[in-house]
């Protein structure tokens, strides 16, 4: 449990947050998932620069695919909002003494994906975070100029995100996605 004595601070932006940790060390930093539109590219930011840093993830959309991105990315653990507060005392105290703390839910995923060897690893889990969101707009449907508008993107920066979404998936068009997000219950 947390002592009475211990500071607890927010940042609003990814540069006040830098900036804070840069002032005052940190023993651990709880990170929304949803703290910008690429929360991966900040934790990545943040571990290059604190790499001893232990980052807890706190994300109100049960999510694992992000969970495991994240992750893969260096957080030392993620916990959802449906599993706070009880969870999240322990949480921290893993993470603060150098363990990791996992959901029950991506936990199990873990499991599973052992199990079975990681033999059949999914396609779309081959893709960043922005590239997954990109997938499952045009897996719903959305041409890229629709996805451009709805994510304040340029639709040149979309069409590079699709680009590189077939390369990696080895799909040939969005008719191949849309199939691919309907038979994976991904959309």
């Given at each position: 449990?947390?002592?009475?004595?211990?500071?607890?601070?927010e940042a609003?932006?990814t540069?006040?947050?830098?900036?804070r940790l840069?002032?005052q060390?940190?023993d651990?930093?709880?990170m929304?998932?949803?703290f910008?539109?690429?929360?991966?590219d900040?934790?990545?930011?943040?571990?290059?620069?604190f790499?001893?840093?232990p980052v807890?993830?706190?994300d109100?959309h049960p999510?694992?695919?992000?969970?495991?991105?994240m992750?893969?990315?260096?957080?030392s653990?993620?916990?959802?909002?449906?599993?706070?507060?009880?969870d999240l005392f322990?949480?921290?105290?893993?993470?603060r003494?150098?363990?990791q703390?996992l959901?029950?839910?991506?936990?199990?995923r873990?499991?599973?994906?052992?199990?079975?060897?990681?033999a059949?690893?999914?396609?779309h889990?081959k893709?960043?975070?922005?590239?997954l969101?990109?997938f499952q707009?045009?897996?719903?449907g959305?041409t890229?100029?629709?996805?451009?508008?709805?994510?304040?993107?340029s639709v040149k920066?979309?069409s590079?995100?699709?680009?590189?979404i077939l390369e990696k998936?080895g799909?040939r068009?969005?008719?191949?996605?849309m199939?691919y997000a309907?038979l994976n219950?991904i959309?």
């Amino acid at each position: 449990m947390l002592s009475e004595n211990e500071a607890v601070d927010e940042a609003g932006s990814t540069s006040e947050l830098l900036e804070r940790l840069r002032q005052q060390a940190a023993d651990v930093l709880i990170m929304s998932a949803s703290f910008a539109d690429d929360g991966i590219d900040i934790l990545r930011r943040i571990k290059a620069e604190f790499p001893a840093l232990p980052v807890l993830i706190f994300d109100k959309h049960p999510d694992d695919l992000r969970a495991m991105d994240m992750l893969r990315s260096g957080a030392s653990g993620y916990i959802q909002t449906e599993n706070a507060p009880e969870d999240l005392f322990s949480a921290v105290g893993r993470v603060r003494a150098g363990g990791q703390y996992l959901s029950q839910r991506t936990a199990e995923r873990l499991v599973k994906d052992v199990a079975r060897g990681h033999a059949e690893i999914n396609l779309h889990e081959k893709l960043s975070e922005r590239e997954l969101q990109v997938f499952q707009l045009l897996g719903g449907g959305k041409t890229v100029g629709e996805i451009a508008r709805k994510l304040k993107l340029s639709v040149k920066t979309i069409s590079t995100h699709r680009a590189r979404i077939l390369e990696k998936t080895g799909m040939r068009n969005n008719a191949d996605i849309m199939r691919y997000a309907i038979l994976n219950h991904i959309i």
